[in-house]
């Protein structure tokens, strides 16, 4: 039983400390289909960070595509960037 208490304790930082040694490459080959789900649905969640942050993401990886493009302008305007907003309506 003491086992058991001990390993309950010591759990949870054990999981953060393989959590943070494991590499994050994984996250910089996300498709650009799936930075565009993963900003729709910050924006749901009404995360204007994330959403800017995932459109412009995808747009990268798609930039030819204009609704892409108009998604991104909206979601960083309301992010409060402006400058990169301008830049992108330029666009």
Known sequence: MAA?????????GMVSAWAQAQPREGFARTSPSGSYLAARHAGDQRDVAAAASYY???LRGDPGNNELLGRTFLAVLANGEVDEGVKLAER
């Open 4 to 12: 058991l208490a001990a390993l309950a304790i010591t759990w949870p």
């Open 56 to 58: 412009r993401a995808a």
